[in-house]
């Protein structure tokens, strides 16, 4: 059983009814009080509940951003939120999600406080229940989301199917036929959905890929490298990857270096999302754009209309992907 409001006014030596108060901010609480029930809060890792929170919204001018990690592709959508807010007035206050406790007790504690009028959040795996509980006690919430996983709760997301079939016709139309895809972890909705678009155009060409033709990478450059790296000393032949992100592709490019294969002449390469990144790779690459700036500043604008209770807000957005041919599919003439 998880730790529960008692729990907290015990350790404290308080009431229920004031650890409620301090949670809340109402009443007359003094300072040692307080700072006695925020400890107990602190070393039990409590995570407060919609309700124990109540959220009578206020308005603070300041938006919620939860993300997973700032070190991913997060700054365009960051940047393009950033500047959407500060249009209309608004600030942003960021928190990181490690999903763990302690990251949700953190958010609780933010909500607990009043510290924003509503909360982005971007693909929080392992948090949605407690986000969608804070969502139907009043709280505005807008999912930013490419893994499929939206519980009735407004979003902005893109479209990983139509971005595999993009990435599937142009490799035919180059006239690659022996594809080996590199995805990302099984689990994720786009995952599923960037894999069965491009399984699906193939199939529909009369192409067939198999599963030694399919490779978990995980979204990372490492294990994308090794992996590839693994399938080419088991004498599998290809003649093009589609990688399910850039940092992947990018693992593929040097794994292919390695063995002494030429990009693109002897093995044409496809990532996904169009990261910085994208543009600095050897050869440049070929990708599908997640249009990540379009995203946030669509989930700030979003937000905001819930926020302020529009009567036109959308209840979701979806932006559509984009291919972008690079060196890595299509050799440049050098004239």
Known sequence: MGVTIADVAA???????TVSRVLNGRGEINEKTALKVREAISELGYVPSAGAVGLARGTTQMIGMLVPDVARAWSGIVQAVVETLETEGFGLRMLTWNRDEESLRRLGLQVAAKSFDGLLAAEPEGA???????????LPVVLIDDRFQRPGLPYVATTDREGGEQAARHLLDIGRRRPLVVTGPEAFGCTRERLGGFVDV????????????IICGDFEFDRCRSAVARVLADGLEFDSVFAHNDPSAAGVL?????AGLWVPQDVAVVGFDDVEMASYTYPALTTIRQPMR??????????????????????????????????STVQRNPN
């Open 128 to 138: 949605l229940e407690y986000i969608t509980e804070l969502h139907e006690a009043g």
């Open 202 to 213: 193939y199939a529909e060409a009369g192409i067939e890929i198999g599963r030694r033709s």
């Open 254 to 258: 040097a794994a292919l270096h390695e």
């Open 11 to 17: 350790r404290a030596g308080v009431s229920k009814t």
């Open 294 to 327: 379009e995203m946030g500043a669509a989930a700030a604008r979003l937000l905001l209309d819930h926020v302020r209770g529009s009567p036109n807000a959308a209840p979701s957005c979806i932006i559509p992907t984009s291919l972008v041919i690079r060196g």
